[in-house]
């Protein structure tokens, strides 16, 4: 947010002398976070005011024109300029040479120098509005028309942010650091903060009566929702430009100057931090009403957007419908025309969770809802129309209120709190003196009365609509305002007991090592939310998966219960770009609690840790791709030191292929699915070419080991000797029952065994598959010669003929 300090000056006289920096470090340390301060005469730097003595014709180009300019030097300067509107007399912005202007209004800002333009030496520049940044304060007829500053009366020379009363420090405040604060969403908030500070006065609004006895209907159907509505009836006014001061006072804090009604607006918004709006009274019928709107009551708002509306909106209607989205925007149809000659004034208060709702739903954030979100307290609309008619009184001098109702159906409790001094001393490390604990929370606008062992305090109507609720509250506003520089440095004295073993962590970054160092996969993060089309795909229905109530897409409404959908968009993203990728997850999903047994009738949804991971290569050979997630996975327990988990078919994955699928299972339970994704699921995904073996995995259900099982294994004193085999076996035997029979019989010789390689092909009689096993033999005793080791791999084959009817291959 930008504020002006000129602005906030009209509510509390802070020093001449004060030194700016010191101003932004005491409101960051007690207030807000500035961000940045920004002196806007520094903009215009060596830019002046001149006056055009002459127009003359350019000796070699039509359409430019050599002007006399005096720029308050003792010399004439000749200027070259193609602007249309150019006249002897006129005033205009001239950027001397060293200025720093935008050509045409674009690109980065450039140095003007002296230069000679088609032959003639030319002094600077004269400046568009567009050139110099002012295009929202001095709008263009055309693209060639040169900014008219004449009527400010400045003598040539005179530096332009004097003339135009630029010469200010605009402060850049942190969003982040005031959400909690809606009392600081405008120039008085922040005034009232300073004085504060300062010990300065602060000024106060005259309330504001009215002087018509005759009532404005207002009704309020939601008093929930609507704590309070000011609507006033004013007449004799027209639409017309707001004066310079106004309209640049609103231009220095980012917003754009619109016409007098609009300005009013906009101007008690960003001097109080209560949003107001005016509608043409013409259009308004019988009367104004604040109620839920009808399901699917149509509304075309002020920026053309038509809506469709749900029953959770707030509206203001009358006699015929919607006229505006309640603390959101007005309607397009019924707020200032350019007939507009009297208004329908509205100074109100919303509730703020109901206004939030509204603007996500409608992606339709504006200035007034995000304060009304922050919870203004209604009690702040007495500031706002007492400045609003201040406002149209000066600007409108003929204007007449001649109907006004205040209807504020629930009034605001402020904040009642006890704080014992013992206990205030002891969060505090120090005991701060009654008289300035008193003085100090007096000037923020609390009530203080004390007793023997405490103070009773009541929190001003600007701090108790959430802000200030606790006395936690209390002991931050003495400590800010008491200065956090001013508390002494103590040492803390504390012991460890003993180191603490967050199995579950540690695991968790073992695995995630594991996968990306040893198996050089690629880790990614993804939203916390689901696209339709990959849960339609991956997905038999929707039952038990949270939907949000604002989704960042119309098709992007589901909260994540599996990694898989955003794994295979993934997928997707990055088939276009590799032929082969590995990459993996871990993330929490979300899961409807009625919709799980472990978490029936609790509140909040249930968050589980889970592992998702793709392994994606060529169609042409998926046997291999799913040994290599499977060989992956299964090697999970022995280098990340958890119990073993086992590979069982027992329930087939909805988005699996019929035939190449695992479920992963612990203690009997399924924990995880490892499985080829199905042609029809990476059609539905958009997944083409390549084929994916997916993995997703309880990581809750994964137990980790309390201490390491490493063992000690002696490097072996004799040679080790690989020694390949080649059998034939039935198509359908498992890699397990091969292992088995192999190592069925105890032969201290033989050390291991590992799978090489799977062929079938022609020379492979049909169902059958021909298998390459690697044997490790050799001895502790001696270094083997080749009959022993042709006679321990004799004994393997023969045991593989017995347990899986293996056959040697001849060819």
Known sequence: MKLSLNWIKDYVKLPEDMDLSRLAYDLTMSTVEVEGAESLAERFDKIVVGEILEVLPHPNADKLRVCRVNVGTEDIKDIVCGGSNLEAGMKVVVACPGAMVRWHGEGEPVEIKNAKLRGVASFGMICAAVEVGLADLFPAGDDHEIMDVTAFGAAAGTPLAEALGLDDIILEIDNKSMTNRPDLWGHYGIARELAALYDLPLVEFEKYEPTTDKEYDVRIADADRCPRFIGAKVEGLAVKP?????????????????????????????????????????????????????????????????????????????????????????????????????????????????????ALR????????????????????????????????????????????????????????DVE??????????????????????????????SETGMHIVVPTWRSTGDVSIKADIMEEVARMYGYENFEATTITTSFDGAINQLDVDLVRRIKEYLAFRCNMQEIFTYPWMTDEFVTALMPNTDGILALATPPAPNERYIRSSLLPNICKAIVKNERNFDEFDIFEEAQVFLDRDYTSNYAGEQLPAQKKHLGCAFVGASDNISALFRRAKGVIGSMPRYTHMEAFTFEKNEKPYWADETVWLNIMYNGKKIGDLALLSKRAALSCGIKVLSAVLVELDMDALVPFKSRTNRFVRSPEFPMNDYDISFLVDSMVKWDEIYAGIMAKKNECLYGASFVDEYKGKQIPAGKKSVTVRLVIGSNEKTLTGAEIEQIANGVIKRLTKTVGAEVRTV
Not at 271 to 293: C, F, K, L
Not at 315 to 340: F, R
Not at 423 to 442: C, N
């Open 242 to 358: 707001s004066p310079f001061e106004m309209q640049s006072r609103i231009w220095r804090v980012g917003m754009r100057p619109i016409n007098a009604l609009v300005d009013i607006t906009n101007y008690v918004m960003l001097a109080t931090g209560q949003p107001t709006h005016v509608y043409d009274s013409n259009h308004i019928i019988d009367h104004i009403e604040v109620r839920r709107a009808n399901e699917g009551e149509r509304l075309q708002l002020l920026n053309d957007k038509e809506l469709a509306l749900s029953t959770d909106d707030l509206v203001i209607a009358d006699a015929e419908g919607a006229v505006g989205l309640a603390g959101v925007m007005g309607g397009g149809k019924d707020s200032v025309l350019p007939e507009t000659e009297s208004v329908i004034f509205e100074c109100a208060n919303f509730e703020s969770r109901g206004i939030r709702r509204t």
């Open 362 to 417: 409608y992606d339709n954030r504006t200035e007034a809802s995000s304060r009304y979100e922050k919870a203004v307290d209604p009690e702040r609309c007495d500031q706002a129309l007492s400045l609003a008619m201040a406002l149209f009184a000066k600007l409108y001098p003929e204007m007449k209120v001649t109907a006004f109702k205040d209807l504020y159906v629930k009034k605001l409790e402020r904040k009642e709190i």
């Open 421 to 450: 001094f013992e206990w205030l001393d002891r969060r505090l490390g120090k005991r701060i003196p009654q008289e300035i604990v008193a003085k100090k929370l007096g000037t923020m606008g609390y009530d203080v009365t004390f």
